[in-house]
């Protein structure tokens, strides 16, 4: 299921279970961006302002022993995907206030 996000919010992404964190990426940089932390373990993915579309976040890593993720027999290197759908976000709403009136 993929996550939905308006263009004006952000959120992170955490791996769990172990193992270290090799590559994080973007499917298309024109709607989402991406930071890794400093340890790699987390990333954070924010939207692009004013765009909407869909994206995939993609992680890739190693086990604790140093082999790559992969599926049960080995046989094929794993990643994890994630969609991100991107909805516009709409005007922002803003109330003018006056201060206290002072002498000039």
């Not at 590559?23 to 909407?52: F, K």
């Not at 022993?65 to 516009?88: H, K, R, Y």
């Amino acid at each position: 299921m993929p996550l939905t996000l308006t263009d004006k919010q952000k959120v992170t992404y955490m791996v769990e279970g172990g193992g270290t964190v090799t590559a994080w990426a973007v499917s298309d940089n024109t709607v989402l961006t991406i930071t890794p932390a400093p340890d790699n373990q987390s990333a954070d993915v924010e939207t692009i302002a004013g765009v909407a579309g869909v994206a995939q976040v993609q992680v890739t890593g190693t086990n604790v022993d140093g082999t790559p993720f992969a599926n049960a027999d080995g046989s094929q290197p794993l990643s994890d995907t994630i969609t991100v759908e991107v909805a516009a976000g709409g005007g922002v709403e803003e109330t003018l206030v006056a201060g206290t009136p002072t002498d000039k």
